[in-house]
């Protein structure tokens, strides 16, 4: 930007923090720190800002999941932790719509990110990324985000998977074979048909290639002739019966349609099992909507000791209002699903989303998540 624009955009923003404070002397509030919020958000250089990647490669894996290979269009490393996930943006018809997709492989080269997709009839993000991403298309990016994640050094992990269930484990078993040297790994994976397995010749290749340290089991719903496995749902019974012999002190990793999650969290439990981490694949818009009356709120943010006013203006959520006001606030997947942007709710009402990632802990101490918070009352004060 050249020196005029750098001096409009400041001359914007002392008649923004002007216009702030006036709001403020209206209202007789506590005194602010709009323009030194704004500065750290600089020195930080904290954005809404995303990363674009570009696709360099698409891997066919079933009828109805792909694998997109992304690069970084700037160059750097994409790093993850197994088990994480990024939030994709896509155009559809003119609107942003983001999806959050599980990092599904450990690649050797870490300017690529693996992200596989499943079609599901009808679902819009799933179809388009299915049918009509080619090499060489770009996509954007927010994350890495979330903590379905390994604790390193157990002995053993069991990892319970249903259909697309399976793109997280696949990433938290390839680190568990590659990174450690004893862990055992035990799959339970469940699908429609033999054809719907996705990932069968990597898995086969990686219990080969790590002989002994992982027993995957696939249980299909509808097997066609000469299948030999497992048959039926990861019903209840059906998991009970197939980790009956696997140690209760293992750490358990669940991950499929929410049938098969809540049938597998009851088996184990019933069994004795204690540490579960389960990934829902549940989307943002398909959540119980917050009513929030469309009237614009002030709300105090508090950081390090400065307390700065902002005003969310209607259907604004605590981040969107946050960033704007220039306020330096942790975020990542931007849509309930990570706790990055966990904020302490000191005064007022704030309402948000259900379900979303906060645990019933968190939600006793007054925490809510920025990214899908809305302040439904004028006095609404948080300590960032
Ligand atoms: C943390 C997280 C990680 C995820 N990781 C992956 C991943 O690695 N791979 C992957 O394929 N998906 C993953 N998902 C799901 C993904 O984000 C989308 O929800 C999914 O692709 C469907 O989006 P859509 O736009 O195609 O469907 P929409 O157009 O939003 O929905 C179409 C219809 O399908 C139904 N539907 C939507 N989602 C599901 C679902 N998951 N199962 C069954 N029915 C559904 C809806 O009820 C709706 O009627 C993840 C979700 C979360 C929250
Ligand atoms: S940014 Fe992930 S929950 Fe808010």
Known sequence: ?????????????????????????????????????????????????????????????????????????????IRFVPGQFFTVLVRLDGETVRRAYSASRLSEDPS???????RIAGGRVSSHLNERIAIGDELELLGPS????????????????????????????????THESETQVTLLYGNRRERDIIFRARLDELAARHA??????HVLAEPGEGWTGERGMLDRETVARLAAALPIDAEYFLCGPEPMMVA??????????????????????????????????RVEMRKGGVASLVVAAPGQTLLEAGLAAGIPMDYSCTMGGCGACKVKLTAGRVVMEEPNCLSPGERAANEVLACIGRPASDDVRIVL
């Open 146 to 177: 979330g903590s379905f994640t390994v604790t390193p050094g157990r002995a053993q992990r069991v990892l319970v998977a249903g259909g697309s269930g399976i793109t997280p484990m696949m990433a938290i078993a390839e680190w568990s074979l």
């Open 212 to 217: 002994g340290r992982l027993t995957v089991t």
């Open 1 to 77: 930007m050249g020196l005029v624009g750098r001096l409009k955009e400041r001359v914007a923003r002392v008649k923004g923090d002007l216009a702030h404070l006036a709001r403020i002397a209206r209202g007789g509030r506590a005194p602010t720190s709009i323009s030194r919020a704004r500065q750290e958000t600089e020195r930080r250089g904290q954005t809404v800002a995303v990363r674009r990647v570009r696709v360099e490669d698409v891997i066919r894996e079933t009828e109805d999941a792909v694998t997109l290979v992304l690069a970084d269009r700037a160059g750097g490393a």
């Open 264 to 297: 597998a969290r009851e088996a184990l439990t019933a069994r004795g099992v204690r540490a579960i981490k389960e990934e829902k694949f549940t989307q943002p818009h398909l959540r119980v909507e917050a009513d929030v009356p469309a009237v614009a709120r």
């Open 112 to 118: 690529r990110l693996y992200l596989t997709m499943k």
